[in-house]
Nanobody, 123 residues
Framework: QVQLVESGGGLVQAGGSLRLSCAAS????????MGWFRQAPGKEREFVAAITGSSSMRSYADSVKGRFTISRDNAKNTEYLQMNSLKPEDSAVYSCAAKFLVIGTKKDEYDYWGQGTQVTVSS
């Protein structure tokens, strides 16, 4: 089993930056792809970004491309999401997730999930 714990959420003004972290414990390796999803009140959980175990491939939702950057440090078993130029519509609970081998953009493909961290962007 793999346990994931997010941190780094908070309140920022529009145009500001924030970096989220996801610490993994248990059975983890570079054989797992990692991703970030978010869910705003009244909306479905949506894909944000994903990265392969070797960091050789990254995928982003169109809404965050050019503003967010996903990365990982396998030695520390940690995934990061650097968020720049934040907008009010970015406000949501952000959750990290992990799946075996192949990178994915659909929530049903992921096997392990963290509890989520709140990101609020004020106007």
């Amino acid at each position: 089993q793999v346990q994931l714990v997010e941190s780094g959420g908070g309140l920022v003004q529009a145009g500001g930056s924030l970096r989220l972290s996801c610490a993994a414990s248990g059975r983890t390796s570079s054989g797992y792809a990692m991703g970030w999803f978010r869910q705003a009140p009244g909306k479905e959980r949506e894909f944000v970004a994903a990265i392969t175990g070797s960091s050789s491939m990254r995928s982003y939702a169109d809404s965050v491309k050019g503003r967010f950057t996903i990365s990982r440090d396998n030695a520390k078993n940690t995934e990061y999401l650097q968020m720049n130029s934040l907008k009010p519509e970015d406000s949501a609970v952000y959750s990290c997730a992990a799946k075996f081998l192949v990178i994915g953009t659909k929530k049903d493909e992921y096997d392990y999930w963290g509890q989520g961290t709140q990101v609020t962007v004020s106007s």
